[in-house]
């Protein structure tokens, strides 16, 4: 019988290997991506939980008074918040101010509270700290501010910095406070809600993942870190994204016009107590990366939302501060925000800072009006300006 060479065709692989070779495959994969996750959470710690932050019946959440906690996102320092008697995050008692002083209070959202941002580094903070250089007299600030946007706290945090006999009230907005639904803003409950229907089981697995895998939100950190890619990915977010669209869908317009509502009824009050209030809008990471030189696609409009803010801040006779104008003018602006968190870092709240002061400076009815010289004023302007 003649033997031929076998060229390998007919090789039949033992039905052990059929088990044996996907087992190392994936074993291979868990020892990498768990040597992934180690190094992750070494290289980037995280301490989300305020230990100060606790439920309240009317507000939701507030914090607790005379009280310290540290907090860090991945992406960020380690922050040391302490929050006075008022449960406040502010360096100063919230009793009555010290005769001679200037007090300046801060409401809002996350943004203001300076959320993942060290204390001296929050915007509230930096005005203060520049107009006491600037206007050579004692300035206190008190951050009501509160962690989260709703509808209703945002005006129980307005009547509870009304009652601190503020020489000035300062707010800011931007585009994710509003994406929540205001159907019930008007009814303020004196009891919690009730909580939502849990989700898919498929969503709570993927949002499991997301909070748990600190590999994924450093991949997600490194790939958001480029402007553009974050920015095309989040112009695919749908009704999440549209505020940068024109004309406004029927969900933005919606908020836009209960935020007019909203506003109404601060101005009103503001104004009947002789209190100017500011507000101050920031722009989202990816519209400031369109701001400030990320090529705009066909149909999106940067500037339309802070510009129809900015007319309902006119047609009450708030006090309006865009800083898209100032984030504009900045190279790379993308780059002083938190990729994956999204809210400003404490470079992004400089720009802040010095946009809020500078308006308070040039107001010619302002208390803070002349006191600083046109050599300092220029000094300011040129900061922002780098």
């Known amino acids: 019988m ?26 291979t994969l868990v020892c990498l991506l768990g040597a992934s996750e180690l190094l992750a959470q070494y290289f980037y710690p995280t301490q989300p939980l305020d230990a100060c932050q606790i439920p309240d019946d009317t507000m939701g959440t507030r914090f607790k008074p005379d009280c310290t906690s540290t907090t860090k996102a991945p992406e960020g320092p380690w922050v040391t ?87 000035v009230l300062i707010t800011s907005i931007v585009p994710f406070d509003l994406e929540k639904d205001p159907e019930d803003f008007e009814q303020v409950s004196s009891a919690p809600a009730s909580p ?8 709570r697995i993927y949002v499991a993942i997301k909070q748990q895998a600190r590999s994924a939100y450093v991949a997600q950190y490194f790939y958001f870190k480029n402007a553009k890619a974050f920015t095309d990915l989040y112009l695919l977010y749908g009704e999440k994204a549209d505020f940068l669209r024109t004309p406004f869908t029927p969900f933005w317009q919606k908020r836009l016009d209960t935020y007019e509502k909203l506003l109404t009824d601060m101005a009103d009050q503001a104004q009947a107590a002789n209190i100017p209030l500011i507000l101050v809008y920031v722009p989202q990471r990816a519209q400031v990366a369109m701001l400030s030189g990320t090529p705009t696609p066909p149909g999106v409009d940067p500037w339309a939302f802070s510009k129809a803010i900015g007319d309902i801040a006119t047609r009450h006779g708030i006090i309006y501060v865009n800083t898209s104008d100032d984030f504009s003018r900045l190279k790379n602006a993308a780059d002083l925000y938190y990729p994956v968190d999204g809210h400003p870092s ?41």
């Not at 033997?3 to 190392?24: A, E, H, Q, S």
């Open 81 to 167: 918040n302490h929050y006075n008697d008022c449960g406040s995050r502010s360096a100063t008692s919230c009793a009555a101010k010290p005769e001679g002083t200037l007090r300046i209070v801060a409401f809002g959202s996350s943004l203001t509270q300076g959320y993942i941002v060290p204390f001296e580094q929050i915007y509230p903070v930096r005005v203060g700290t520049a107009l006491e250089t600037l206007c050579h007299r004692s300035i206190d600030i008190q951050d009501v501010a509160s962690i989260g946007y709703n509808w209703n706290r945002a005006k129980l945090d307005f009547n509870q910095a009304l009652k601190l006999d503020p020489d």
């Open 196 to 203: 939502p229907p849990p989700p898919p089981l498929i969503n």
């Open 346 to 386: 404490g470079a992004g709240h400089a720009v802040i800072a010095d946009a809020v002061v500078s308006r308070l400076i040039n107001m010619s009815d302002s208390k803070f009006a002349g006191c600083a010289s046109p050599s300092s004023i220029a000094s300011l302007q040129q900061r922002t300006a780098l």
């Open 2 to 27: 003649e033997d031929y060479p076998n060229n390998g065709n007919d090789t039949v692989l033992p039905k052990r290997d059929l088990f044996v070779i996907p087992l190392i495959v994936f074993l």
